[in-house]
C-alpha cells in the first residue's frame, strides 16, 4: 500500500501562475505604450527639426515609462528567476515558459493525487483483494515515473482531469452522494476497464479510503 504524502495543487503553484498571468498583462500593456512613445518621439523630433521646442509632457511621459518597465522588469525576474533581457518580448517568452511549467506541475500533483488516492485503498475483507493489490502497484509505479517526467503524458493528463480509469474508481468510492445517472455511468466505466471484482467491491463499501 503506497504512504506518500498526497500532493495537490499548492497555493505557491496557483498564486505564481496568478503572478504571471497579471504581469502577462502589464506587458502587454507596456508593449502598447511604448509604441503609442514611439510615434510621440517621432513627433517631437519632427518638431524639433523645425525648431520647435519639445512639450515638457514628452519628457515626462517617457520617464514613467522606464520607472514602469523597470518596475515590471524586475518583478518578472523575482517571479521567473535568473536574468532577464531587459526586453519586453523577452520578458514575455519567459513569462509565458514560466506560466507553462506552473500549469503543468499543477496537473502533475493533480494526477499524483489521485494515484497516492488509489495506494491508500482499503479493502474490508479479511483476505488479499488481489485486484485492489495489482492496481495498487501499478499505481505505485506511475506515481514514481510521474514524479521525474519531464513531461505528461497521456495518462497523467487523464489522472488530472478525472477521466482515467483510477479516478472513476476513487469517485465512485469517494463520493457517495452522486445522482443516480453518475453512479450508474461511473460504475459502468469501472466496470469496464478495472474489472467486476473492483466495481463491485466499490458499489458494496467494500473499498474504503484510508
Do not use: C
Request: no cysteine.
Amino acid at each position: 500500500m503506497v504512504k506518500d504524502m498526497v500532493m495537490v495543487p499548492s497555493e505557491d503553484l496557483t498564486a505564481g501562475l496568478s503572478q504571471a498571468a497579471s504581469l502577462m498583462d502589464e506587458g502587454q500593456e507596456l508593449m502598447h505604450r511604448m509604441h503609442e512613445l514611439a510615434e510621440e518621439l517621432r513627433q517631437v523630433a519632427a518638431q524639433l527639426a523645425q525648431g520647435i521646442p519639445a512639450p515638457a509632457e514628452a519628457a515626462q511621459q517617457l520617464t514613467q515609462a522606464a520607472h514602469a518597465f523597470e518596475d515590471w522588469w524586475r518583478r518578472a525576474q523575482k517571479l521567473v528567476g535568473g536574468d532577464l533581457e531587459r526586453s519586453i518580448p523577452k520578458v514575455m517568452q519567459a513569462l509565458e515558459a514560466h506560466q507553462q511549467k506552473l500549469e503543468m506541475e499543477i496537473q502533475r500533483q493533480k494526477a499524483m493525487a489521485v494515484l497516492e488516492q488509489v495506494g491508500s485503498l482499503s479493502y474490508g475483507g479479511k483476505e488479499e483483494f488481489m485486484p485492489l493489490s495489482e492496481i495498487q502497484f501499478e499505481a505505485l509505479g506511475m506515481l514514481r515515473a510521474l514524479k521525474g517526467a519531464e513531461q505528461l503524458d497521456d495518462t497523467a493528463l487523464a489522472l488530472a482531469a478525472g477521466t482515467h480509469p483510477y479516478a472513476l474508481l476513487v469517485r465512485l468510492i469517494a463520493n457517495p452522494d452522486l445522482s443516480d445517472d453518475d453512479w450508474q455511468e461511473t460504475y459502468q466505466a469501472v466496470k469496464q476497464s478495472l474489472g467486476n471484482e473492483l466495481a463491485v467491491a466499490a458499489a458494496r463499501g467494500r473499498l474504503r479510503l484510508e
